[in-house]
């Protein structure tokens, strides 16, 4: 990772005063790199290079940094800054009914997104929202959106397959207009590729719409295609953000420099999982930090080694490795260790966000509260039992829950927390926490 290859590289300009033309070559040669594994497009990275450089060259060096320590902060803030600083919600400043077009490629997440901001709105805003679909192309789409509206507990603006979408635009708005709505999401067809009818479509009813924010719709996944995708949704419409959504997925967040970059648009949200709560504010510098590889690392690296044990982090990093089975035993030792890293959740603040999201917020709170009783449990089975969790059946299930005097539920629940927590593992195999935790410990 770039992270890797930073800290090496911070090594050996140890000792030099100030960053020159020389050492800053061969730093930022391995940052274009980590950018362009990241799937930011060759265009953005260069731009995004020589303006380090330019910032970087002859900058004194201040207190106790070493210009390679300079450097990768300096690197950092540009990526934050080139992102966006701060976050940005959606603009409501208008005429009530503000109305919000959402623009983007088929498949890239419209839909689903127009739900995720309409509950937002109605939650952290209190606005009244009513959404509508101009996909007259496809007759599921509007089910779709009826039914992801109603998820929301938003209102949803009946159209059909028969309609223009500019009539359907009309109608929509007029309606939200009588009946006092703050807000009008107007969902739109999607294009599988660039579609000159369909960008002219989408063009109409923005001018007949006149939203208060244009919002493109961008899958992260897309990685290098987005940045053609973001040059022809901006030559068509003036747009005034962007979603990136399936950050959750396996994308290296490239996208969101690029498309940043291409659009000149605040990226407003990310989209983090499919469900109707999965929208984040998104925020620049936190993003910047999972592009370079580092999440908060410098935070989880303190923590982690005033606290964990290292030596049996390591043990079982390498055993997972290796490829052996995740045992009781093994979860009853990470529940103790992240118990003293400050608790699961505090933990996962701080990993990269994809590993955070495998991990699910949620499911890491229960998992904290419960955290002395599930150890209640796991003692109360013989060291068999821990190794071969699948011989704990019925009647096995009963003994373990009076020995640890629970009911049986919570033994198959702390079994079923077993089992996600082995599926985490196996998918965090050679990367992640434990790789991360190995390295430290050297
Ligand atoms: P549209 O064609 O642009 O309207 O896209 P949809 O809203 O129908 O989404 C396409 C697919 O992407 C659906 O299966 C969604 O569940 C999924 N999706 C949308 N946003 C996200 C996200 O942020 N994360 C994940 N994992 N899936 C998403
Ligand atoms: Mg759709």
Known sequence: TLADRLSRLVKTMRGQARITEDNVQEM?????????????????VRDFIQRVKDKALGQEVVGSLTPGQALVGLVHKELAATMGEGVADLNLATQPPAVILMAGLQGAGKTT???????HLIEKRKKKVLTVSGDVYRPAAIEQ??????????????????????????????????????????????????DEVLMAEIQALHAELKPVE??????????????????AFKAALPLTGVVLTKLDGDSRGGAALSVRAITGVPIKFAGVSEKIDGLEAFDGERHAGRVLGMGDIVALVEEVTKSVDLDSAKQLADKLKAGDAFTLDDFLMQLSQMQKMGGLSSLMDKLPAQLAA????????????DMRRMRGIIHSMTPLERRKPELIKATRKKRIAGGAGVHVQEVNRLLNQFEQMRDMMKKMRGGGLMKMMKRMGG
């Open 28 to 44: 930022l040669r391995e940052v274009r790199m980590a950018l362009l594994e990241a799937d930011v497009a060759l265009p953005v």
């Open 113 to 119: 997104t127009t739900a995720k901001l309409a509950k």
């Open 214 to 231: 244009t919002l493109f719709v961008v899958d992260a996944m897309q990685g290098q295609d987005a940045i053609n995708t973001a040059k």
């Open 358 to 369: 495998k991990a699910g917020a949620d499911q890491m709170d229960r998992a904290e509260r």
């Open 145 to 194: 959106l009826k039914t992801v509206t109603a998820q929301a507990g938003a209102e949803w603006f009946p159209s059909t397959p028969d309609q223009k979408p500019l009539d359907i635009a009309r109608a929509a708005i007029d309606h939200a207009r009588r009946h006092y709505f703050d807000v009008l999401l107007v969902d739109t067809a999607g294009r599988l590729a660039i």
